[in-house]
């Protein structure tokens, strides 16, 4: 089949890469240049922590997010460059003051997921990370882990292109029609289209944006090794370390489409964080803030529809990186159910 893909963040690439896996021809438009980081998953911190997002999400984000993690590995071995990928656990925890709301925290786990005890343990956080001895108790959630977007990304992308793809950048879509992609001076025609334009799409479903901002830390005096969060009353930091000393810090969730800078107030309150968490981050240097906007339908859960010639992806709220590859799992197996019934019409007309 000869298909046609609009937009190259998460979702776009790794349908991309699933369809050229079967042997389908694939053209990736998008209305960034081909070495943007313009896209929003380029400002997730690669978070996969399907149990913990449990607190404030629905059953069904724990299911995906959990169906990726057993996805993801198998995915960064086909690649043909490296991603960097740790899975050892995460850990939770809070200032004494603010342990009731940790408590709060595990409660709402243990509320809405029966098995939770499985997975996640009561520590001293001291003995997983000894620099964070001060917090005293927190949580230690066994199986969640990260990854680092931008070299997933960029992996994709090299593979995608030689595999074959062609990607046709800085191409603006006007409209996207069954077997018709179409732009300001030209017609693309397709067996198949999907749309995985994220905030693109707004015309066509009911979207909104959610600004999300973080800041990269270069922190030389801290060895911490696990993803931290922080919980406290009116918010939920994460750190999440990376090689070269490199800590990405976040994260702020504004019902608000603005692309300007990380505010002040943001930077505060991410910042005064940190340094609660360890002393050490007063003297870290700030080498990247980002920001951008994550695509959310009204019930914050992913569309994954196909549907009179047209394939949709969209609304992945803030679980962009989580949720990317069971989605696309999803859609191929909706794709491959709509072949395989096309293929049997076919077969009746012929015969």
């Known amino acids: 089949m000869n298909i046609g893909i609009v937009g190259a963040g998460i979702a776009g690439r790794l349908l991309a890469w699933q369809m050229i896996k079967k042997g389908h021809e694939v053209t990736l438009f998008d209305?960034?240049?081909?070495?943007?980081?313009?896209?929003?998953?380029?400002?997730?911190?690669?978070?996969?922590?399907?149990?913990?997002?449990?607190?404030?999400?629905?059953?069904?984000?724990?299911?995906?997010?959990?169906?990726?993690?057993?996805?993801?590995?198998?995915?960064?071995?086909?690649?043909?460059?490296p991603v960097f990928y740790r899975q050892i656990g995460s850990l939770v925890t809070a200032h004494g003051s603010d342990k009731v709301e940790l408590n709060h925290f595990h409660s709402m786990l243990r509320h809405k997921l029966s098995d939770c005890d499985?997975?996640?343990?009561?520590?001293?956080?001291?003995?997983k990370e000894p620099e964070l001895a001060h917090m005293g108790d927190g949580l230690w959630v066994t199986d969640e882990g990260q990854l680092d977007t931008i070299s997933l990304l960029?992996?994709?992308?090299?593979?995608?292109?030689?595999?074959?793809?062609?990607?046709?950048?800085?191409?603006?879509?006007?409209?996207?029609?069954?077997?018709?992609?179409?732009?300001?001076?030209?017609?693309?025609r397709h067996d198949w289209v999907f749309d995985c334009r994220g905030m693109g799409a707004k015309k066509e479903l009911p979207l909104r944006a959610v600004r999300g901002e973080l800041l990269w830390l270069q922190a030389p005096?801290?060895?911490?090794?696990?993803?931290?969060?922080?919980?406290?009353?009116?918010?939920?930091?994460y750190i999440v370390p990376r090689p070269d000393n490199i800590y990405l810090l976040g994260a702020t969730e504004i019902e608000s489409e603005d692309y300007s800078p990380v505010s002040v107030r943001s930077s505060l309150e991410l910042l005064s964080a940190a340094y609660s968490l360890h002393k050490s981050?007063?003297?870290a240097r700030i080498i990247k803030q980002v920001v951008n906007c994550r695509p959310a339908l009204p019930d914050n859960l992913p569309k994954v529809e196909l549907k009179d010639g047209i394939g949709r992806i969209n609304g992945l709220y803030r679980?962009?990186?989580?949720?990317?590859?069971?989605?696309?799992?999803?859609?191929?197996?909706?794709?491959?159910?709509?072949?395989?019934?096309?293929n049997e019409a076919e077969n009746a007309v012929n015969s």
């Not at 404030?56 to 071995?77: D, N």
């Not at 499985?118 to 003995?127: C, G, K, L, P």
């Not at 077997?179 to 693309?188: F, S, V």
């Open 31 to 81: 209305k960034n240049p081909l070495d943007s980081e313009a896209a929003c998953s380029f400002a997730a911190a690669g978070i996969l922590s399907p149990l913990a997002e449990l607190e404030m999400a629905e059953p069904t984000i724990f299911e995906l997010g959990t169906r990726s993690m057993h996805l993801y590995p198998k995915l960064i071995e086909e690649l043909d460059y």
């Open 118 to 127: 499985n997975y996640v343990q009561n520590i001293s956080i001291a003995d």
């Open 154 to 188: 960029n992996a994709l992308q090299q593979s995608l292109l030689k595999k074959g793809v062609q990607w046709k950048e800085q191409v603006e879509v006007q409209a996207i029609e069954p077997g018709k992609i179409k732009t300001a001076t030209d017609t693309y």
């Open 221 to 237: 005096d801290i060895k911490i090794e696990h993803l931290t969060r922080l919980v406290h009353p009116r918010y939920r930091i």
């Open 281 to 283: 981050f007063g003297e």
């Open 319 to 342: 679980h962009g990186i989580l949720l990317a590859p069971a989605v696309v799992e999803q859609m191929m197996i909706k794709f491959n159910q709509a072949m395989g019934a096309h």
